[in-house]
């Protein structure tokens, strides 16, 4: 069984696209090897910045014959459906054959195909494989016509067995498979012939490449951590870096560097966002003080003088970067401390949306919003506008025009600066959040509030102008602002009608006409619900379950509706909640046929004495003991004591369906009974909608 | 590997002189005012048609908004960018631009270089391509592209295009840390001249104009002005009525759109023209510079059958 071994060497690959093209040349080549009839016992595929490399072991040498049979048309059917059947099958009129099928006479074409070398399937595979690689950008070069992700140079493509490595003859775009390679550009550039990939791997770490991304990271994290560590100093943590610059070097070489005493006074966000963004370098933290001292850049090279020059390199062009972020400290620090004001003016300048205004007119509205959401979350109303009025205040400053990434941090900075309320330094950070599924919930009563009139004011003045999220296009993160809403409720426990604040916020929004602003809110609150169902089924709860309690009046009280959905849901995980569904269910089609039939709603007046046997007796005394308890329980909202309240329902119901025949043929029995099941759904009803729920 | 130079015109020439062995036509400047070496049409016009190109020039290059009075170490008004556009990209391009830093001295053995991912995309010349920024020791000493497409129509065959910004990349090579204190001309002539000597003055004059007294009414004015003589080039009768001979004015008309795309770079360094508008004035510079690119490819020097 042979082993295939295939490198793609081209000029550099962005790093971040390096894994999943890797991933998928393996998956690419060995799901056409298998569709073309051979089979193998595994397969690993490596990234560099130059290679893709994939190995596949245990390959099979040949596909089998095969042979395969059609029926066509019935003898006898016109020339043109046989002439299109053979066309079809690829096969000529006179290799047909007729049989009796039993059903009268066909032809049949009998389909034998011979079976393949591995290299013709391999090069095959290999073509389809290039010529429509999925990669997220990528371009010609030359005057070819081919697309790769950079110009592809060399490909090696081998099968080996036990009689040696043989290439596999290949030609794309006049590049021309071998067994060569090359090595590191500097350090090893001559090429080199590789008859297996044991044999490759070994000769490219000879030539000073590294293959695998994981050994290339955690060479990386290993001599940078303890460089810091003989320093007396600790890596601060970025796997995402650490993957990127895994993906920039073949052969990555550590160094160690001084941030120049005139910057450790920078904020350490500052410094690192500098570093990381601009230079790619790893921050090093002094862990008593906290504060970033050094940075670790990796190399692709090993330099005679030990990286000296390199590295005197790189602290030359983050002196020059970090002089230029101190000096937007300081100027910024400046405007701060005298109170912000031009910043602040500056914002009526800035348009944040054309129809929505400048950012001025915004932190207006948002300033008016804050006081009515105050109350609802704790907060001070005269302090939350305050906060409300100076958060935006650094997006003029220069840092946050340098690195908008630390907008809102810096805002925490200056605030502190300018001896504003530690509340509303605090709402300077931790307004925007949260940004993502997993940013952090801000519970600071200011921040809240600030952060809830924000999003509310963005999600209203995009409605009133029109521009709702549709599809897959979202440009205004309009879903990521009503996640932030509804992730801030829940996390605070906020119980409040949502439609409320929606038509205060719509309120300082100029709409096309009179009605729009209502339509508008009823609208938004349908987008919550939207995506609140999608929050919640990521958090486990079933689609259905949400529908339930969607329907139930409130539901713009989105904590309640939750605490509802799962109480409910925790309901029918239960045994009994389970069965009282099905009796729920029993009940609901018995009355819903008799009421079509019938041409009434059945809905009052179950009376006890006309109840016939013990069974009905008990259901009636079930439901007596219940409504009370139901109705006292979701006066206090408290829906698991409801479902409690609910699950005794459940034993009484089965007995009674197992017992009692509901369509009685004296018409007064059967209106009582229709009527006595009517009052289980009505109960069930007023929990939650459970005609909703499958199964 | 190349001596180290002393100054910075003998990076300058070592870089013509290498790409001139290279078989480049070394050209000299456009003579208007451009924001980068691309605009010139050596590049941007003969990226697009049919007909091999190489060529390797110096344009000095204008960014209203990046003046700093001459006070800043790195940042200039007014600066040098050294261009090189070859069509169809070779093969070996990396290696032959490799060659080019060896040429000034960057010992590849010693320094750290690296092809990091940059794409480059003008909206104004409705152009992009894919390539890298080049690093040395943690500082990008040029932009490698490789144009997929320009003025809106896809590049056959592709060029390859390097710029290098030539001041970065000569403090970096000659150990200087303020451009000002560059030396220009070599250190031991008789007139030793550094950057400051030549440019100190005039990026102090350019700067306060740029910000606070070019007239926005008037470069309004001529914005507008270019932009329709630019289209009123292009709407001419193919056939010359007095020479009878079919001349297409591509070049004209784009000189009119570098016009317009200058005009509209000072406009936003007196800061005039608010984010909206912004992205309006490039779309009309980009309507130009493709009508440009369409003219362009039908001409003869556009690869157009004569």
Redesign the interface.
Known sequence: MPDLLIELFS??I???MQAKASENLRKMVADGLVEAGLTYASAASFAT?RRLALTIDGLTAESPDTREERRGPKVGAPDKAIDGFCRGAGVERSALETRDTGKGEFYFAVIARKGRKAPEIVAETLDRTIRNFPWP???????GTLRW???L?SILCILTDEAGAEVVPFEIEGVTASNTTRGH??MAPDAFSVANFDDYETKLKRAKVVLRADERADAIWHDATNRAFAAGLELVEDPGLLAEVAG??EWPVVLMGEIGADFLGLPPEVLQTSMKEH?K?FSVRDPKSGRIVRFV?V???E???D?A??L???Q???A?RL?DAKFFWENDLRVAGAGMTPWLDALE???FE?RLGTQRDRIERIAALVREIAPLVGAEPDLAERAARVVKADLSSEMVYEFPELQGLMGRYYSEAAGLPAEVAAACQEHYSPLGPSDAVPSAAVSVAVALADKLDTLTGFWAIDEKPTGSKDPFALRRAALGVIRLILANGLETGLAGHLRQAAGLHRWADEQAPEQGVVDLVGFFHDRLKVHLRDEGVRYDVIDACLAMPGSDDLALLVKRAEALAAFLKTDDGENLLQGFKRANNILTQAEEKDGVEYSFGADRKFAEGPEEIALFDALDAADPRIAAAMQAENFAAAMGAMAGLRAPTDAFFDAVQVNADSGVVRRNRLNLLSRIRGLCLSVADLTRIEG | MAEKPTCFQEIILRLQAYWAARGCAVLQPYDMEVGAGTFHPATTLRSLGTRPWAAAYVQPSRRPTDGRYGDNPNRLQHYYQFQVLIKPSPPDLQDLYLGSLAAIGIDMGMHDIRFVEDDWESPTLGAWGLGWEVWCDGMEVSQYTYFQQVGGHDCHPVSGELTYGLERLAMYVLGIDHVMDMPFNAPGSPQPLTYGDIFRQTEREYSRWNFDIADTDILLRHFEEAEAECTRILQAPEVDPKTGRHIIMAHPAYDQCIKASHLFNLLDARGVISVTERQAYIGRVRALAKLCADAFVQTEAGGAAA
Do not use: C, H, Y
């Open positions: 000029e550099e962005p790093a971040r910045p950008k990528s371009m010609r070069w030359g005057d992700v950079r110009p140079q550009r500097f920039l070097v230079q370098f850049t190399a692709n090279i330099a005679p003088d990286g020059t390199i005197a390199g790189n030359k062009v983050l020059a002089s300048n800035v348009t054309r």
